[in-house]
């Protein structure tokens, strides 16, 4: 895989788990992850803008990001997030489908895929 792909998804998933369990971290902690993520701000500069060392902004970074790492390795937000949102993009195509398919089988599946989405929930 290309590493500005690697990096895109790496980018993405961050902030997934900001979104989830940001309000977790501190006032601090916040403002410096979301002007790393979110604001695209390299250390350096949020160093300089912050008044603080840059090692001190990469290791804050490298903190925030094992918290909402554990966070999820806890309670699965994002997952269960990822596969509810898969699973209504497959009902959304298997309503696309009326006419195309006898209507029963596309009942069922939706009826099937909206039993598994209650059941993450």
């Given amino acids: 895989m290309l590493p500005e792909v690697v990096d895109m998804e790496k980018i993405v998933v961050q902030g997934l788990l900001y979104d989830f369990y940001g309000e977790l971290l501190t006032e601090h902690q916040r403002q410096i992850y979301e002007d790393f993520v979110l604001n695209d701000l390299s250390p350096s ?9 840059r090692q001190g902004v990469h290791d804050l970074i490298k903190r925030c990001n094992r918290i909402l790492e554990d966070y999820e390795k806890k309670l699965h937000l994002v997952a269960k997030f990822m ?37 993450e929930l």
């Fill in 83 to 119: 596969s509810i949102r898969e699973k209504v993009g497959r009902i959304q195509n298997l309503v696309k489908l009326e006419g195309q398919a006898p209507e029963e089988e596309i009942l069922s599946r939706v009826a099937r895929l909206s039993s598994e989405i209650l059941e």
């Fill in 45 to 53: 500069e949020i160093a300089q803008e912050r008044g603080i060392s």
